[in-house]
């Protein structure tokens, strides 16, 4: 059954563009009281007022989630002008896409910091305000190469693969609290993420699906009380078969790049 989240209060990280824009707009359209923050302020402007459209009380904040001390200011200015947070989305990251032997432990350091420290510091602060109430949700866009290995992308795979193992743990411990977690794992989504300047071309094989298409998965996710999407729901069974022979998943990726890199 299709949730009612007219007059909910939903923050959504990295919602400048891509993905993040996309959830906006709909929980929006879907009667919800959005905030959203990202760093370009003009992109920023453009995505609210498509949710102005439909939910006027909507408003952004410019930050740079990087700064800790700008992820606790985003938490504080959230409990105090919306009064808490009812659906947070955990969704700015960065790729910075690098072969291993050219990553430096300062790269790793601020993949880290974008795409795990922030969400869990965001998380930690909004919880007790959840806690109180006895409801939330907490919606963490992770991704596929949490789990399939993608190559060029150890920091960014890393980083995901935290997010993920803190999502299920934190799932665990909130189980009878009334607050729900939903792990989204997009595959190829069509954003700027690939886009990005200081980053190594991807080594992929597969289409990039629209972002309507991941947004339809996480809403249908979020209808019916799921805990994990994959979309499109094909890489859940990647997932499965790499955890079945890791070896062989390896392998056989390091042959399809192998390949992919003597015909360029
Ligand atoms: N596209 C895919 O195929 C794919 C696959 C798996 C997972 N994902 C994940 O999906 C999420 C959204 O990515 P996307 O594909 O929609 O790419 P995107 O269009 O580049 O969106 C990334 C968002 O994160 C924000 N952001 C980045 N650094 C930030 C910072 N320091 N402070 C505040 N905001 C920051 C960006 O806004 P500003 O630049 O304006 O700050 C932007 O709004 C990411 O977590 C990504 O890892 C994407």
């Keep these: 059954m299709a949730i009612d989240f007219s007059g909910q209060r939903v923050l959504v990280t990295g919602a400048s563009s891509g993905i993040g824009a996309g959830l906006a707009e709909e929980f929006a359209r879907r009667g919800a009281v959005v905030r959203i923050c990202a760093r370009r302020e003009q992109r920023l402007d453009e995505v609210l007022s498509r949710c102005r459209v439909h939910s006027p009380d909507s408003r952004r904040w410019v930050c740079d ?12 200015a959230a409990l105090d002008e919306l009064g808490g947070v009812d659906v947070l989305v955990n969704n700015a990251g ?7 032997t050219r ?5 790793v350091e601020s993949v880290m910091n974008i795409n795990f420290f922030s969400p869990v510091r965001l998380t930690l602060a909004l919880l007790p ?4 109430r006895g409801d939330g949700r907490i919606v963490n866009i992770s991704s596929v190469a949490a789990t399939l290995s993608s190559p060029g992308e150890s920091a960014y795979d ?3 693969a935290a997010v993920t193992s803190f999502s299920e743990s934190m799932a665990v411990d909130l189980w009878q609290t009334g607050i729900k977690v939903l792990v989204v794992y997009p595959g190829l989504v069509d954003t700027e993420l690939f886009s990005l300047p200081d980053n190594e071309p991807v080594v992929a094989g597969v289409e990039a699906v629209p972002v309507s298409e991941l947004v339809g998965g996480v809403f249908d996710a979020l209808d019916s009380g799921a805990i994990q999407v994959y979309v499109p729901g094909y890489f859940g069974d990647l997932a499965s078969g790499k955890a079945g022979n890791v070896e062989g998943f390896l392998s056989g990726t390091a042959k399809y790049v192998a390949k992919h890199q003597a015909a360029d």
């Design 65 to 76: 989630l990087a700064d800790p001390a700008a992820v606790d200011d985003l938490a504080a």
């Design 94 to 100: 960065i790729p910075k896409r690098r072969h291993v």
């Design 103 to 107: 990553l430096d432990p300062a790269t």
């Design 129 to 132: 305000h959840m806690l109180e």
């Design 158 to 160: 890393a980083s995901k």
